[in-house]
């Protein structure tokens, strides 16, 4: 089965640190564009930091300076590390794979998510 699964979520304190990270089954990472997207209760989804094939990166301000994508394409995941975090990253975080063939972009997969709380 094709998937991507998401872990590293959990209860954390304000300003504390969470490593999530992103694996597939099925698929290779190296051939992929990666996201973070993430859904607060009651909100829609936001996207926050991208990484390209190229390893080149990209985030939302809301979350600039604090987290930094990365993607070992040898151990086949993608990483979110999350740092000084606030009650409002508190979310379900999605990654998200878009396939890219020659500039051109294939078929695309989202985990199921992994909880991040962030609270006293």
């Known amino acids: 089965e094709v998937q991507l699964v998401e872990s590293g979520g959990g209860l954390v304190q304000p300003g504390g640190s969470l490593r999530l990270s992103c694996a597939p089954s099925g698929f290779t990472l190296s051939t992929h564009a990666m996201r973070w997207v993430r859904q607060a209760p009651g909100k829609g989804l936001e996207w926050i930091s991208r990484?390209?094939?190229?390893?080149?990166?990209g985030y939302a301000d809301s979350v600039k300076g604090r987290f930094t994508i990365s993607r070992d394409n040898a151990k086949n995941t993608v990483y979110l590390q999350m740092n000084s975090l606030k009650p409002e990253d508190s979310a379900v975080y999605y990654c998200?794979?878009?396939?890219?063939?020659?500039?051109?972009?294939?078929?695309?997969?989202w985990g199921k998510g992994t909880r991040v709380t962030v609270s006293t």
């Open positions: 990484v390209s094939i190229e390893g080149i990166t």
């Open positions: 998200h794979a878009l396939q890219v063939v020659r500039g051109t972009a294939g078929r695309d997969y």
